[in-house]
């Protein structure tokens, strides 16, 4: 177990130590595909498909699709036009 390393100490061989430009840009990546994971797995929920989401939030099919495979840099206000259509509310929590 003593050289076993940890997942922050793999990050940062990677992407550079927390808070490097390299590593915030990772993190970001990756918070953009979970939060993505998230939408698409309300939508499956509520089976629906990827062009019924698109048709209630004015969008092409294609543009949910690359969403989904994190092949877009989702803004804030594209992950609150989804969520509403979903039904799905959001709290901001700061501290």
């Given at each position: 177990?003593?050289?076993l390393r940890?997942?922050?100490?793999?990050?940062s061989?990677?992407y550079?130590?927390e808070g490097?430009?390299?590593?915030?840009e990772f993190e970001?990546?990756?918070?953009a595909y979970?939060?993505?994971?998230?939408l698409?797995?309300?939508?499956?929920?509520q089976?629906m498909?990827?062009?019924q989401?698109?048709?209630?939030?004015?969008?092409k099919?294609?543009f949910?699709?690359?969403i989904e495979r994190?092949n877009?840099?989702?803004?804030l206000?594209t992950?609150?036009?989804?969520?509403?259509?979903l039904?799905l509310r959001?709290s901001?929590?700061?501290?």
């Amino acid at each position: 177990m003593k050289g076993l390393r940890t997942g922050n100490q793999h990050l940062s061989e990677k992407y550079g130590s927390e808070g490097s430009v390299a590593r915030n840009e990772f993190e970001a990546r990756a918070k953009a595909y979970y939060y993505a994971e998230l939408l698409k797995e309300q939508r499956k929920l509520q089976k629906m498909t990827q062009q019924q989401l698109a048709d209630k939030i004015g969008k092409k099919r294609e543009f949910i699709s690359n969403i989904e495979r994190g092949n877009s840099d989702m803004q804030l206000s594209t992950f609150m036009l989804i969520s509403n259509a979903l039904g799905l509310r959001f709290s901001l929590v700061v501290g």
